[in-house]
């Protein structure tokens, strides 16, 4: 079965440089969320999307920015980076039923581990 | 706001034994799943179950099964006959009712498996 694709699958930067990150979600899910997780941490939330319009935001620093496009695919972009921006960032991607009462799981990427020198 | 708690930041359990990691929530929603994930050195993230709020049976997958206490805000993971495969970083997940919603993680419980 098909699964959630990122890339690069790592990444290594100076500090001060700009990353993109891409998510490729599951095909027909429309929904894509972004997480970080730091060295030793648990995944935090940064963004997510729906049907390509932000759906909610978390601890995600002004310096990032994502977008969903037409095809669902997801960029996430940081620009001047720092060095505690180092972490593996996830991407995962559902679809919304309309059922009442049954939610999908989130599938996850293999992540992206991003290491800033 | 919702909160996971994971009180137990390392495990350990002898291969075919059976284990249980702890995890408590805090919410004031109706409507809300719970999840556990596993986390191997891949650092994959894999659901191992889930478990909706308004079910008021207890989750099984296999050799995973969940305690759903609604009223303490409790949901604790059982994994019998214990694997060295199972050997992983296990995070208890909350996430509100939706599907878009996010989801929110406990700090994560380390769990080895002794041959």
């Known amino acids: 079965a098909a699964g959630v694709i990122q890339s690069p699958r790592h990444l290594i930067k100076e500090k001060r440089e700009t990353a993109t990150l891409k998510c490729y979600p599951i095909?027909?899910?429309?929904?894509v969320y972004w997480y970080q997780q730091g060295p030793g941490q648990d995944p935090q939330f940064l963004i997510s999307?729906?049907?390509?319009?932000?759906?909610d935001k978390g601890s995600i620093p002004d310096r990032f920015s994502a977008q969903q496009f037409s095809d669902y695919h997801s960029e996430l972009n940081m620009s001047s980076l720092e060095l505690g921006d180092s972490a593996l960032y996830f991407c995962?991607?559902?679809?919304?039923?309309?059922?009442?009462?049954?939610?999908?799981?989130?599938?996850f990427g293999q992540g992206t581990r991003l290491t800033v020198v | 706001a919702q909160t996971v708690t994971q009180s137990q930041p390392e495990m350990s359990v002898q291969e075919a034994e059976t284990v249980t990691l702890s995890c408590t929530y805090d919410?004031?929603?109706?409507?809300?799943?719970l999840f556990w994930y596993k986390q191997p050195p891949s650092r994959q993230m894999i659901l191992v179950i889930r478990?909706?709020?308004?079910?008021?049976q207890n989750a099984t997958e296999n050799r995973f099964s969940v305690n759903f206490q609604k009223a303490a805000k409790s949901f604790s993971l059982k994994i019998s006959d214990s694997q060295l495969g199972d050997a992983a970083m296990y995070f208890c997940?909350?996430?509100?009712?939706?599907?878009?919603?996010?989801?929110?993680f406990g700090t994560g419980t380390l769990l080895a498996v002794q041959p």
């Open positions: 995962a991607s559902s679809y919304l039923t309309h059922i009442q009462g049954w939610d999908t799981e989130a599938f």
């Open positions: 095909p027909r899910h429309d929904t």
């Open positions: 999307f729906y049907e390509k319009m932000q759906s």
């Open positions: 919410t004031s929603e109706s409507d809300y799943y």
């Open positions: 478990q909706e709020a308004y079910k008021q």
């Open positions: 997940a909350y996430r509100r009712g939706g599907a878009t919603n996010k989801l929110i």
